[in-house]
């Protein structure tokens, strides 16, 4: 029987995003095989790749990690009853195999005896044959072809991360993820974008609850909140509490940025990071008990000694209690001049929201130009993130006109560049002659038809913006923005 593989696990194997095997499906250069990828095709479509070294994977995944600022990710062992089972099911997979090789090696003895039986009576012609049969399969058994060699380095790195991480898919919604280390069915969702459904994160609320469609999953954490039997009945589990042996589906829904409720809480600034006079970062450790809900793109109200407003958020949903927000200088603004002034590590401040429907269109396959005017660059970074973890966009282009502040984390977008193949980073230089720069943007896109714009800067810079982009041959409903002055 042929080795079928899915294609999450396939990318991970080839250390490529999951969008550049579609494109290869869509192109025919990769075949499958009722969605799975056969271990032949696998070998055949990626020559390339040295399976019994992964110095090249660790080294891209290095990288990524610290371009994408994962300061949550571990890389630690799963859970040790989850260890256990998986290992036990590998143990019983591997007896199978075991038990099939001494099957065959029975049937290969009989058929020796077999040939040495007919031998007795034989013609020269058919003593001939059963020599030559009898050498072939001597030959072939002796010794490994090279393909089987590749074929077993294969499976030996698939087993490795089957044992490390386990595949999950949520329905209706079809999204897709890998539990890695020790973490539950809901963190590795929220790591890697996918904004599920919860509360209390820690087993008391019941807003987790989900059905396990298939596959198996183990307790981890205990939990106060108690399931009723009907609901366990059903295959309901926490996902806070939960982690997942082997690959699972789960049927959960997946919050819109109108599902997520407005919070409030109160959470401690972890660093102030000063730009330069005209800008700063604001880091904040949303509390273990009540972590902020929200989607990459949306906003939240700051309060601090009475004085508060109201900003876009820089980081990404999936950067677990860690939230930046990019405050700028402007005049009249308390809560902005009280972070100057005096805000340090460990004030409390107050936050409530989100707030805006500035977020990904999670459903679309079409490449993305982001447009960020200035500080415009905060919601425009969230969502870079958020479409990095959630491996959406065919391409992504982050152009960035800059104001009086400048690129003001410059390294990190090209960081961004450096780490994957589908990211382009334009800086734009600050210019009095806007009309004429958003030209020179618009001249890169000939087929601008096919793109998503997302695009955050003042009101009056994305008016005519959007003027220039749809002028060129962009539909009106794939311009998303966010005005930050409105
Ligand atoms: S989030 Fe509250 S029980 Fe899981």
């Not at 730009?275 to 008990?289: D, E, G, M, T, V």
Request: negative net charge; hydrophobic residues 45%; glycine residues 6%.
């Amino acid at each position: 029987m042929s080795h079928l593989l899915p294609l999450s696990r396939v990318a991970k194997l080839v250390g490529q995003p999951r969008h550049a095997l579609q494109e290869m499906i869509r192109f025919g250069t990769l075949a499958t095989f009722d969605g799975m990828i056969e271990l032949d095709e696998l070998l055949r479509a990626f020559p390339e790749v040295t399976w019994d070294d992964d110095a090249e994977f660790r080294r891209v995944s290095e990288i990524k990690d610290k371009a994408f600022a994962k300061r949550v990710r571990e890389r630690a062992l799963p859970d040790k009853d989850v260890l256990v089972a998986r290992l036990n099911e590998l143990g019983d997979e591997y007896a199978a195999a075991k038990a099939l090789l001494l099957h065959y090696g029975n049937v290969m003895a009989w058929l020796d005896e077999k040939i040495d039986e007919f031998d007795e009576d034989a013609s020269a012609e058919t003593h001939h044959a059963l020599h030559s049969v009898r050498a072939f399969l001597l030959r072939n058994l002796a010794e490994m072809p090279p393909e089987a060699a590749l074929a077993q380095a294969v499976i030996a790195q698939e087993r490795i991360l089957r044992i490390m991480s386990a595949h999950v898919t949520i329905q209706p919604s079809g999204h897709e993820f890998f539990v890695e280390g020790n973490d539950t069915l809901l963190e590795a969702a929220l790591r890697n974008g996918i904004s599920l459904n919860y509360g209390c994160s820690n087993g008391n609320c019941g807003d987790c609850k989900a059905r396990v469609v298939s596959g198996e999953v183990k307790k981890v954490h205990a939990h106060d909140y108690v399931l009723k039997p009907a609901e366990k009945d059903a295959g309901m589990v926490l996902l806070c509490s939960y982690a997942p042996v082997n690959d699972v589906v789960i049927e959960a829904n997946v919050a819109g940025a109108r599902d997520i409720p407005v919070q409030q809480l109160v959470a401690k600034v972890k660093s102030v990071e000063v730009f330069n006079p005209q800008i700063a970062a604001l880091h904040i450790l949303a509390p273990r008990s009540q972590r902020l809900r929200f989607l990459g793109g949306q906003n939240i109200q700051i309060g601090f000694g009475g004085a508060s407003g109201r900003y876009a958020i820089a980081s990404c949903p999936c950067e677990d209690r860690h939230i930046e927000v990019h405050i700028p200088r402007r005049f009249g603004d308390a809560f902005a001049d009280a972070l100057f002034a005096k805000l340090s590590a460990n004030d409390s401040v107050d936050l409530e929201g989100p707030y805006g429907e500035f977020v990904l269109d999670e459903d679309s396959p079409r490449p993305v130009i982001f447009l960020a005017f200035g500080a415009g660059f905060a919601p425009i970074k969230s969502l870079i993130q958020h479409a990095m973890s959630l491996e959406l966009a065919e391409s992504m282009d982050l152009h960035w006109l800059a104001d009086a502040a400048g690129h003001y984390q410059d390294n990190l977008c090209r960081a961004w560049a450096d780490a994957l193949d589908n990211f382009n980073y334009v800086p734009h230089a600050p210019s009095d002659d806007l009309e004429a720069l958003l030209e020179s943007v618009v001249l890169d896109y000939p087929d601008l038809h096919r793109f998503d714009v997302y695009a955050a800067g003042t009101a009056a810079q994305l008016e005519r913006a959007r003027a220039q982009f749809v002028r060129a041959g962009l539909p009106g409903e794939r311009w998303f923005a966010d005005p930050m002055d409105a």
